[in-house]
T-cell receptor, first 112, second 113 residues
Framework: TQLLEQSPQFLSIQEGENLTVYCNSSSVFSSLQWYRQEPGEGPVLLVT?????EVKKLKRLTFQFGDARKDSSLHITAAQPGDTGLYLC????????????FGKGITLSVRP | NAGVMQNPRHLVRRRGQEARLRCSPM?????VYWYRQLPEEGLKFMVY????????ESGMPKERFSAEFPKEGPSILRIQQVVRGDSAAYFC???????????FGPGTRLTVL
């Protein structure tokens, strides 16, 4: 059972465009994290959201945690080729003993 | 301040051999997690260890796989009698405290011939 669904699975856009991608679940998470992974490397933590409705900004990236703590979105403003990569969301369920459940990821390609 | 270190980065084994994967957590971190990433799949939790203790091994296959995190030295993920289906990228993560943010290493890519 895939607990975290990420969409779209693949996204190819032109430099300068804005985009929003999603991470959805039927489960409630005590926290949710977004990672970015480059080919041949490990995931790099971008942000952790904890409170329902929370919005965090990291330069051109805006992360939002749903009010019910079941879903999250990532919005990128004026995408750049350097944003290309695999974006993973991961949730920690309450009482899950710190283990993270990952979505399959969103492959983003930003064309110059 | 070195991050999580894993070695080897690439490991090739023949069917039936043993694979030993090592993970050194970030300095000061005593919580270690192992995940496996299969082609076209997301990362799957395998095991969570805290110094000398296995806290949660609910994601570990019942046979051939074991993990340890001794008082001194790195955490080891051991796969005995490897099969082709074990080919994957294995990632280790560490955290300062339970429930804190997890920081990942670069992974070990295991290929079983």
């Amino acid at each position: 059972t895939q607990l975290l669904e990420q969409s779209p699975q693949f996204l190819s856009i032109q430099e300068g465009e804005n985009l929003t991608v999603y991470c959805n679940s039927s489960s409630v998470f005590s926290s949710l994290q977004w990672y970015r992974q480059e080919p041949g490397e490990g995931p790099v933590l971008l942000v952790t959201v904890v409170t329902g409705g929370e919005v965090k900004k990291l330069k051109r990236l805006t992360f939002q945690f749903g009010d019910a703590r079941k879903d999250s979105s990532l919005h990128i403003t004026a995408a750049q080729p350097g944003d290309t990569g695999l974006y993973l969301c991961a949730g920690e369920e309450a009482g899950a003993n710190s283990k993270l459940t990952f979505g399959k990821g969103i492959t983003l390609s930003v064309r110059p | 301040n070195a991050g999580v270190m894993q070695n080897p980065r690439h490991l090739v084994r023949r069917r039936g051999q043993e694979a030993r994967l090592r993970c050194s957590p970030m300095k000061g971190h005593s919580h270690v997690y192992w995940y496996r990433q299969l082609p076209e799949e997301g990362l799957k939790f395998m095991v969570y260890l805290q110094k000398e203790n296995i806290i949660d091994e609910s994601g570990m296959p019942k046979e051939r796989f074991s993990a340890e995190f001794p008082k001194e030295g790195p955490s080891i993920l051991r796969i005995q009698q490897v099969v082709r289906g074990d080919s994957a990228a294995y990632f280790c993560a560490s955290s300062l405290l339970a429930g804190n943010e997890q920081f990942f290493g670069p992974g070990t890519r295991l290929t079983v011939l």
